[in-house]
């Protein structure tokens, strides 16, 4: 099987018919793209809420779109999710009245409450999938669906937050391995071993396609979403940025951050295990080849893109000692642990430490927090400072260049910007510099011009 | 008593009579100069040990020296202190008789064990005090022995370690303003509640002086000792360097580190609750006119000095997710924490975390803590580095100066230094480079050169 390449389509890249045909096209492409993951159905320009919201806005009866002040109830859900996969099945011309059909039974299925959510969450990759399968083999691509009940991908019972259970790598691979054509397959669903469906986190379908790649070691698994790759910098800011070609695992993980992944982190996991290399492509840009994030490359650059970070806070405290105690430090974030609040860096003195947050997990907490070390620690100074933006070089040409982050330090003082924070691990593929918010942009352009352009 | 002074002289500017005349001239120069704390006689030429160690080894009966590898017994170390003292009176030209008396009834005392030691180790101070006081008397200098129990000056009773009970300062207080003349105190110690002699720790001279300021509320702590001050950088390595006229409590804290203070840092938490400023003077050289440690100053510089803290290690650890984690760097210090090791910095990446620690609290333990991390937290990489030195411009000049970064790591670039660790925190006096040990000579003078010459 070692030539055989996954691919996982994002939401946009199925959103219509139109779109559907360009995966068509992806396929017919290369012979090898025997393995095709389908996300649900993804908003178009028809549509104001995505279709997996409203699938959960008819499992809560309308309480998800109501606790976000949207007026949609569960029967305009039902509405809309029927409409749009008629309007597909319409738009691809294929025979489709036995799907919608058994989408009603599905939504109409009495289930009960705790598991009802997740199995009519997994609703939009399920049908999505045989809708593009049934669309393949119309086209003359021979192709068969399969579904994660088919192949045995069986995962933990922790409902929309599943993970797979090993087991499911053999099922899955003994099951593909007798299909003949291409094997459609649903994102974003498993199995429990009760039987019930249980869906992985929002955005679960990349990992879907990482685990499939994963089982049947697969050459390749190739990501299509909406974007030409990883840019070095965000072209919203500087629209001259390229595409990178190529990342390693470690330095696709630097320039993303925990809800800005470009795609799913735990679906590199295992492609990394088994080095399998993954390629982001864009379904509406075939002439961009993508960002290929392999385990090495050779860096004919010193710095390959800087990452962004915004809404982080600090909380700064001074106190004699602080920063050389051998608890101090480790106290004070038990403190921090407690209100479950993700923390990034840590820049000590001898009597002072700046601990980094993430701004928003600290929303309603600030007072208690403050009250909390204010009793424990009693320290000299304790303030919290908010709004601060991280930018973040990375590169695997940094290690033992010297010099990078002279260059980079030059370049924002010749901008007269001033940097709060500093931190650089022995690693050396990528440092940090924290400042106040409303330097950020002006600070990622000159980084940007001295560093890669 | 606001313009009053009190003097703290270290154990070199009282190791002979050629010294502790000095002292006389110091206090003659001017009449503020109302309080004088004495150390213990410091070795001079004609000494291998300290008086405190001979004493700490009669106390234990030759245990002290003999754990050193010295062969140096009780017996001998008796002779020492006695020949020691009777030498100081004979060149001073004083009566001592009954000083020699004294003190050789103290030490036949029998006193239980774990109170042994103190009483033993404080009669440096105690006699050395008198001494002082006889002579001064001599040169008329109007001058009255203060012992801590007569001023009570009343400590905890944690032995070798004790600390100052409030209760002291009012008494300190009372004593001394019925004294005419010149106090005469012997540091190093205070009595506990139930009448023992307790030290401080060692250098703990220092603290009975910064407790005396404290409580009379002088104008002045002046800490005469052999050095002209606090240096730009370590003099050893660039002989130019200048001692720096005025700094604040912040900033030496910085320059100093941790078994490198120029003097006791309790001593100075009190000086500073009161604003009190402190002095480093050097009794050899009256010409030099000192370090002056004061709360605030108008810095006419940007970088005032440059630290430096050698042997250090670092605890490097890749695992997914570990420097975003809540509770990862936490649970990693609580294993640190256990082994009771000094841990600095903590420069964190998304995957990785670096942890500096003190090498020498390390000894014994690097493959337990190994051990344990990886059982505990089965991290993709674990690896002890050694030999890191850190250097640390500081200055209070330097806040919201950008570009003193930009100039040093620019310096450390022209020198092809590569920088292992940089860590900067928000108060933005201080930032640090660690590098391995062997760059740690050249990287200071090149920033020295940039940064301050």
Redesign the interface.
């Known amino acids: 099987m070692k030539s055989q390449i996954v691919c996982k389509f994002g939401g946009t890249s199925v959103a219509n018919a139109a779109q559907i045909n360009k995966v068509k096209d992806i396929i017919l492409q290369n012979k090898e793209r025997q393995y095709v993951v389908v996300s649900a159905p993804g908003k178009d320009s028809s549509d104001t809420e995505k279709l997996t919201d409203h699938l959960i806005n008819i499992a809560t009866d309308g309480r998800h779109f109501r606790s976000q002040s949207k007026e949609i109830d569960a029967q305009k859900s039902y509405k809309h999710v029927i409409e749009k996969f008629q309007r597909l099945i319409a738009d691809l011309g294929i025979e489709g009245k036995d799907i919608i059909k058994n989408l009603e039974k599905d939504i109409k299925k009495p289930i009960p409450e705790g598991k009802k959510k997740d199995f009519l969450a997994s609703r939009g990759e399920r049908y999505n999938a045989e809708i593009v399968c049934r669309y393949f083999n119309k086209q003359g691509i021979l192709s068969e669906l399969v579904l994660p009940e088919d192949m045995g991908l069986v995962v933990s019972e922790i409902f929309s937050n599943a993970s797979v259970i090993p087991v499911s790598y053999r099922n899955i691979r003994e099951k593909l391995s007798t299909v003949e054509g291409v094997s459609v397959i649903p994102g974003f669903y498993g199995m429990t071993a009760k039987g019930d469906v249980a869906v992985f986190s929002r955005g679960g379908s990349d990992l879907t396609g990482g685990e499939i790649a994963y089982a049947i070691e697969a050459a390749l698994y190739e990501n299509w979403t909406d974007t030409d790759g990883i840019y070095q910098v965000d072209p919203r800011l500087i629209p001259e940025a390229k595409v990178i070609p190529r990342l390693t695992y470690?330095e696709i993980?630097?320039l993303s951050?925990?809800g800005f992944d470009v795609f799913h982190?735990d679906a590199m996991?295992n492609c990394k295990k088994r080095n399998i290399p993954i390629k982001i492509r864009n379904t509406n840009n075939l002439a961009s080849e993508g960002t290929l994030i392999v385990s090495e490359r050779v860096p004919e650059e010193v710095v390959v893109g800087i990452a962004r970070k915004d809404n982080i806070a600090?909380l700064?405290i001074?106190r004699?000692g602080a920063?050389?105690?051998?608890?101090f430090?480790?106290d004070l974030?038990?403190v921090?642990?407690d209100y479950?609040?993700?923390?990034?860096?840590?820049?000590?003195?001898?009597?002072?430490?700046?601990i980094l947050l993430n701004q928003d997990d600290m929303v309603g907490f600030a007072k208690d927090i403050k009250e909390t070390i204010e009793k424990e620690f009693n320290p000299d100074t304790l303030e919290f400072?908010y709004n601060i933006s991280i930018l973040s070089p990375v590169g695997i040409g940094m290690k033992?260049h010297?010099?990078v982050?002279?260059?980079a330090?030059?370049a924002?003082?010749e901008q007269?910007?001033?940097?709060?924070?500093?931190?650089?691990?022995?690693?050396?593929?990528?440092?940090?510099f924290?400042f106040q918010n409303y330097y950020a942009d002006s600070a990622l352009k000159a980084m940007y011009k001295t560093l890669i352009k």
């Open positions: 470690k993980r630097l951050s925990k982190y996991v600090y700064y001074e004699d920063g050389e105690s051998i608890s430090v480790h974030l038990s921090i642990k479950g609040i993700e923390t990034y860096h840590y820049p000590t003195d001898r009597d002072d430490i700046a400072s033992n010297p010099g982050i002279a260059e330090a030059t924002l003082k007269n910007i001033n940097i709060d924070i500093i931190n650089q691990g022995p690693a050396q593929i990528s440092f940090h924290g």
